[in-house]
């Protein structure tokens, strides 16, 4: 497992946020683009790449409108050809409305197409229920084939982009919608299914993947620190596929796993890592900090709608004393 050479400082919240997720990997495609002819952009009319200068790629820049089914469809065929398309829409969509299409045409056939997935988890949560995407790595990691992708801040995003383009096979990319705090500077470069330990601790491990969930447990990790409590803590970037030595040692070495993820409990990464543990046979307790089963109701900006469903440091860290409270009665 990669290790930084100095701990981060735990981020909060209301830091300063980066630029977006979305406009870093918007940027880098355009240049990436130009430079390998293998790259064509498919847009569902998503409005992000309009200010772009395509230059001499102009040709592979093609814009097929509100139709993410057809759009998966086209990529398809054009990775059958021997492209490598990156599927541009929200991520509400990709993995529900395209699914068939993702599922039979792209992963099916194992084919290279990397699916952008933007405003996922509650960032587009000023769009109400339906543009929530709370669904979108259960659906996809499930697909035999898929590598599923979650950068934590936008020079995460830049790295895991370009490591995405040495990937076999396709690839769903979960970004979000506004700006994010970044994680810190001289951390380990990013390999895809390795998670990158941004803490280290004995007593329980706290396992996150995406921007808000990973700064919430490095806050809720210094917290426990103020009151004994040695948490580490991995960035679980790419959730398929799982790191599952990292998962191992953690059952292994500390008395819980607590997972961090802007998703609904169910399915997504704290399923995945509780499927490794299970079969562990070992006493080490899995608590998921997640959206419980009911819809984020109402409309709000992305973190009044995280404290709302409980996806905040204080509920990590809450989470964690139960957890080993549990430990101890046992």
Not at 170 to 193: E, F
Not at 266 to 274: F, Q
């Amino acid at each position: 497992m990669t290790t930084s050479t100095r701990e981060p400082v735990p981020a909060a919240v209301e830091a300063p946020a980066a630029r977006p997720s979305r406009e870093v990997y918007r940027d880098l495609l355009a240049e990436l683009i130009g430079k390998d002819e293998r790259l064509v952009c498919l847009d569902s009319d998503t409005g992000l790449f309009s200010s772009v200068d395509w230059g001499a790629a102009q040709d592979r820049y093609v814009n097929l409108g509100i139709a993410e089914q057809n759009m998966m469809g086209v990529a398809a065929g054009l990775a059958r050809c021997g492209r490598m398309p990156f599927a541009n829409t929200m991520a509400a969509f990709a993995g529900t409305r395209a699914l068939e299409a993702v599922k039979l045409d792209i992963a099916l056939n194992n084919l290279p197409v990397r699916i952008a997935a933007t405003h996922s988890g509650l960032s587009a949560g000023h769009l109400g229920s339906t543009h929530h995407a709370l669904e979108d790595l259960a659906v996809m990691r499930l697909l035999p084939n898929m590598t599923v992708l979650v950068p934590a801040d936008a020079a995460a995003t830049e790295e895991l982009v370009r490591a995405s383009l040495d990937v076999p096979g396709p690839v769903y990319l979960r970004l979000g919608r506004g700006g994010t705090p970044d994680l810190g500077a001289d951390l380990p470069p990013l390999r895809v299914g390795v998670a990158q330990r941004l803490r280290s601790g004995r007593d329980v491990t706290l396992i996150a993947t995406g921007p808000y969930p990973v700064l919430a447990a490095l806050a809720a990790a210094k917290e426990l620190a103020d009151e004994g409590i040695a948490a580490g803590v991995l960035n679980m970037h790419t959730v398929k596929p799982l790191d599952v030595d990292a998962v191992v040692e953690a059952a292994e070495t500390t008395a819980a796993v607590v997972t961090v993820e802007e998703h609904w409990a169910a399915g997504g990464l704290g399923s995945a890592i509780a499927e490794v543990v299970a079969g562990l046979g070992v006493a080490c307790p899995v608590r998921r900090v997640a959206v419980q089963d009911r819809f984020a109701a109402g409309s709000g900006g992305q973190q009044h709608l995280l404290e709302r469903n409980g996806i905040t440091a204080e509920a990590v860290a809450a989470e964690t004393r139960r957890a080993l409270l549990g430990r101890r009665v046992g």
